[in-house]
């Protein structure tokens, strides 16, 4: 019988928000892209278009964050 994962418990509840869990957000937006492409939804280049434009989301979103700090710390 194939083990499957599950989920056992939640330690630390608390709400995921772009601006404090962006990383995460990915990671979690990426094992979903790799799920679909596991199952056969999603050919390998359907999920290298996907991923990367999930990385580019993240990127954009990681140096509009290091500039709005730029600009808070010129202030």
Known sequence: ???RARLIGIEHDRMITKEMD???LFEYQ???LLSL???GTLDE???RYAEGKLR???QAY???QNSAEK???KS
């Open 1 to 3: 019988m194939e083990e």
């Open 22 to 24: 962006s990383q995460f």
């Open 30 to 32: 990426r094992a979903i």
């Open 37 to 39: 492409k596991d199952s």
């Open 45 to 47: 280049a359907q999920y």
């Open 56 to 58: 580019n989301q993240l």
């Open 62 to 64: 990681i140096r509009t």
């Open 71 to 73: 600009k808070g710390e």
